[in-house]
């Protein structure tokens, strides 16, 4: 028989809250920072193929944390969506407001109508012809879109010493750090590992090797203006 036969739509929804922030705890978070030339997109990584920031058309990146399975689904369908929008019109009208609205209603059906939530979150992010024109979009696992500026994060759940969630610690920790969104490439990286850093362990570092990071970079002279940083170049601006 449904379970939803003997529980009322309130605790239903609590329960699902629940199973999703147990998971998003378990899984590492993705930070987004703009800065002076473009939009950085970083996580802990430790994976060499499961990539947790994609590119999905010229200007445009997805992040996503959780399940695998599932932010990949979303990854997938945001590309078609995009390839198929650029084909049909111009490139030039894919944005990332469309897509986040598109991963948008497909989180917020699965929250409410499936039984089981979609134990992920996700990040879309375009860079604009100019800074004022960037726009990074927080899609919650519940459905619900958030714009944001200068910096984000997604996965924002952690458990503290006592076995409690903390929420939104990486975006507490970034707004003490007075980010303008104009620094440097190498300051917004280090803002960004700081973070990543503060909500683990105390005295637990992350590696080099275990940091993705990818940069939408305005000063790149063509459409796709992703590039992903290898690890002689993450660990140079980190030294910096």
């Known amino acids: 028989m449904d379970i939803t036969s003997f529980i009322s739509p309130k605790q239903l929804i ?15 978070p993705i930070v987004a920072l703009e800065y002076k030339d473009g939009i950085v997109v970083m996580a802990e990584n430790p994976s060499d193929t499961l990539n947790k920031i994609s590119e999905i058309y010229d200007r445009i990146v997805f992040a996503g944390t959780g399940v695998f ?18 084909f049909s019109y111009s490139r030039k009208d894919v944005k990332a407001r469309s897509l986040a609205s598109e991963f948008s209603n497909i989180l917020g059906d699965v929250f409410m109508r499936q039984q089981v939530p979609w134990e992920v979150e996700i990040l879309v992010v375009e860079l604009g012809e100019t800074p004022t024109d ?5 899609i919650l696992y519940s459905g619900g879109l958030v714009e944001e500026k200068r910096f984000c994060a997604i996965g924002d759940i952690v458990r503290d ?9 990486l975006r507490t920790k970034l707004k003490s750090m007075e980010l303008k969104g104009d620094e440097p490439l190498e300051k917004a990286l280090r803002a960004g590992y700081d973070a990543l850093i503060s909500v683990k362990q105390a005295g637990a570092r992350i590696a080099p090797q275990n940091l993705e990071i990818v940069v939408l970079d305005r ?22």
């Open 14 to 28: 609590e329960m699902k809250r629940e199973i999703v922030e147990q998971a998003l705890a378990r899984a590492n």
């Open 69 to 86: 399975n599932d932010y990949e689904r979303l990854r997938r369908a945001g590309v078609q969506y995009a390839d198929l929008k650029g």
């Open 134 to 138: 960037n726009r990074l979009y927080v």
């Open 161 to 169: 010493k006592e076995g409690e969630l903390r929420r939104d610690p």
């Open 219 to 240: 000063t790149v002279v063509r459409e796709r203006k992703m590039r992903r940083l290898a690890l002689a170049e993450i660990e140079q601006l980190l030294s910096a």
